[in-house]
């Protein structure tokens, strides 16, 4: 498949009929959450166009309250997509993370073991960063859009239709970058003879409350207790956000404040629960737990991103910039395309997302194992569990791995 640049294709045309509006673009992007925003953000600055679908509305897309642990990668394309100086300005640097069983803990310092670090900079914030920076660039973000289907994505001339305003309309364009989740139309765009699916459910939930209250400690608490996991997180110097593994027949309308508070105090060490400051809960949620991937992540001329393809446990801080890595293959297997018109990039997308998923699929998998409590936990899988904490306690081998996935593996 040999590209020859044409500047007459860049400026995004609509032709208008009484019944339809015809577009034609470059690359249509499905989603419009952080992972389809930075891909277009990051092709707008390579000079290709892209047109932006999103079934929602934009205030209810940056008002979904998600994860804030950004890996250095990640960070890094932020900056290569020109919107890192607020993320620069207000995020908070982490060397280091706390793990506690019982009620011992020790610290593992990412900064020293791995040579990097990450950032919490909450993933509402980094979207609204995406939408400011696209909408001052006259980005073509379509909003509230229906019934979005990938027509002949198998072809070299592959076209989206979508409703919008009760009207229907289709964009012809070279290809499909499919950045629309888990519940999306890009995965299942993929005949099921093509493609194939793994998935392990976890027996447990999140329950996790977001309070306007300082952090309990500067780093994030990952804490196993015989009652369950827990996680102290924050957003920034005032906002924290705390987890307690859950069972999944539970509803957020189960649990009081005073009741999470109170049981996240008998999950943590002891000296975090005398000092922790509660307060009123401003969001509260459970979010079940899988791990899932599909594969491959590229059919024809359309290209799976972030969950549309694989889905992670909260437990590794890996769902974002698992997505984060796809947009950085995908990112520079187009630009290569229409800069150069060698195919090698996109050609190799899938393998080289696919392996990276794989790894954080892994390692979100693993501590995930490491630190809850399972149903059908046998006292000698309880014992193997805690010999696991203690040689990880004692192993700085065993620290630098932990340290190297957490920060994010290399592209």
């Not at 989603?31 to 509305?57: A, M, W």
Request: proline share 5%.
């Amino acid at each position: 498949m040999a590209y020859t640049p044409n500047p007459a294709m860049n400026p995004i045309r609509v032709i208008k009929t009484n019944e339809v509006i015809a577009l034609k673009t470059q690359v249509v992007v499905i989603g419009g959450g952080p992972s389809g925003l930075l891909l277009s953000q990051l092709l707008h600055r390579q000079g290709i166009e892209s047109v932006v679908l999103e079934r929602k509305t934009r205030d209810y897309v940056v008002g979904r309250i998600r994860a804030g642990i950004l890996e250095t990668g990640t960070v890094n394309l932020m900056r290569q997509a020109g919107i890192s100086e607020r993320m620069d300005r207000e995020c908070l640097v982490h060397d280091g993370i706390v793990i506690s069983h019982a009620d011992e803990q020790f610290s593992i310092n990412l900064k020293a073991l791995s040579g990097s670090n990450v950032v919490v900079y909450g993933q509402t914030e980094l979207t609204r960063d995406l939408y400011d920076v696209r909408e001052a660039a006259n980005g073509q973000l379509l909003f509230n859009v229906e019934n979005v289907q990938i027509l002949d994505a198998d072809t070299d001339h592959p076209r989206v239709s979508y409703e919008q305003n009760g009207k229907t309309s289709h964009i012809d364009c070279d290809f499909v970058a499919g950045c629309d989740g888990f519940h999306g139309v890009s995965r299942q765009a993929i005949p099921l003879n093509v493609r194939r699916e793994y998935e392990k459910i976890y027996p447990f939930g999140w329950l996790g409350v977001l309070s306007e209250t300082p952090p309990v400690n500067d780093e994030l608490i990952y804490a196993s207790s015989p009652r369950g996991f827990a996680l102290c997180s924050m957003r920034n110097e005032n906002l924290s956000r705390y987890y307690i593994q859950c069972s999944l027949s539970d509803s957020p309308g189960d649990w009081s404040d005073a009741a999470f508070w109170q049981e996240l105090k008998r999950r943590i060490p002891t000296d975090a629960a005398e000092s922790l400051i509660t307060g009123p809960s401003i969001e509260k949620s459970i979010a079940p737990l899988r791990s899932f991937i599909t594969e491959p992540m590229r059919w024809g001329r359309l290209f799976l991103c972030g969950d549309a393809a694989h889905i992670v446990p909260p437990t590794g801080a890996k769902g974002l910039n698992t997505a984060a890595g796809d947009i950085h293959y995908l990112y520079n297997g187009l630009a290569q395309f229409y800069t150069t018109g060698d195919t090698d990039g996109i050609d190799h997308y899938s393998e080289k997302a696919l392996s990276r998923a794989w790894k954080a699929v892994r390692f979100s998998w693993s501590l995930t194992s490491l630190l809850h409590r399972f149903p059908d936990q046998s006292e000698f899988d309880l014992k193997m569990q805690i010999a696991e904490i203690a040689f990880l306690k004692s192993s700085r081998h065993a620290q630098s791995m932990l340290a190297e996935n957490y920060v994010g593996l290399p592209y």
